[in-house]
């Protein structure tokens, strides 16, 4: 039985059209790509809601999870950026042992 995953493109256009409809032009690019990755997600997410507290944060956080492209396409942002497990952390949001982790599993 396949699991079939949420339509974000669907969810994050209808959210704009009725609640935010000044960031449409903003979110545009994303909303036209034929499938949202996880980072894409996160950034989509950052860009109709702005930041959130620290503790909501980590509540949404606990919450996440990556598949094994999106966790690719973050430690090549990683490389891409010259960026240590600590700035590219608290860039998505993550903990440094989860980017030790990630770098072990698939490097």
């Known amino acids: 039985m396949k699991r079939s995953s949420p339509n974000y ?12 409809p000044h960031k449409k032009e903003e979110c545009e690019w994303f909303l036209t790509k034929k499938e949202l990755s996880a980072v894409d997600i996160i950034e989509l997410n950052k860009r109709i809601f702005g ?8 509540m949404n956080q606990k919450l996440r999870s990556y ?8 430690l090549t942002y990683q490389k891409n950026n010259k960026m240590s497990n600590l700035k590219v952390a608290e ?4 903990s440094r042992n989860t980017m030790t982790k990630w770098k072990r599993m698939f490097k």
Do not use: A, C, P, W
């Open 67 to 74: 598949n094994k492209s999106d966790i690719l396409d973050i």
């Open 51 to 58: 930041t959130k507290d620290e503790e909501v944060k980590k």
């Open 9 to 20: 493109i669907k969810i994050y256009s209808d959210i704009i059209q009725r609640k935010f």
């Open 91 to 94: 860039h998505f949001g993550l």
